[in-house]
Each structure stands twice: as structure tokens, then as C-alpha cells.
């Protein structure tokens, strides 16, 4: 079973444009690289992911891990 991407949740769940819902993710994925550079925690990471896009850490590893 694939996951529904996140860009594509941000569109129908948010009724945000393409372009909005990849500059939340673009958005993210600088923070995301900002938490690897400083030696976060895999928690700290999902529960940022989590309060930004309101989505289950499997999310999290479909787009910015794997």
C-alpha cells in the first residue's frame, strides 16, 4: 500500500494551490536538513513534521527519508 502524497493532502485537505503545497514541503524539508545538521532526535524531527502538516510520522520517511 502506497501513501497519498503529502503535496497532494495539502491540496485536498487544505485546499491549498500546487505551488503553496510544495513551498510548505520545500519549507520543511530546510528545516528538516537544519534538524540533521544539529544532531536532533528522530522524535523531536516527527513531532515538528507532525505540527506542520498534521500527518503520522510514516509521511515523514515516504518523502524526506527514504
Known sequence: MSLESIKSILMRRD????SD????I???RIQFEDFLAE??????IEDAFAFEFGL???YLMAEFIC
Not at 503545497?21 to 510548505?24: G, H, L, N, V
Open 56 to 58: 503520522e510520522p510514516d
Open 39 to 44: 544532531g536532533a532526535d528522530l522524535q523531536e
Open 15 to 18: 485546499g491549498l494551490s500546487e
Open 26 to 28: 520545500d519549507d520543511f
Open 21 to 24: 503545497a510544495q513551498a510548505q
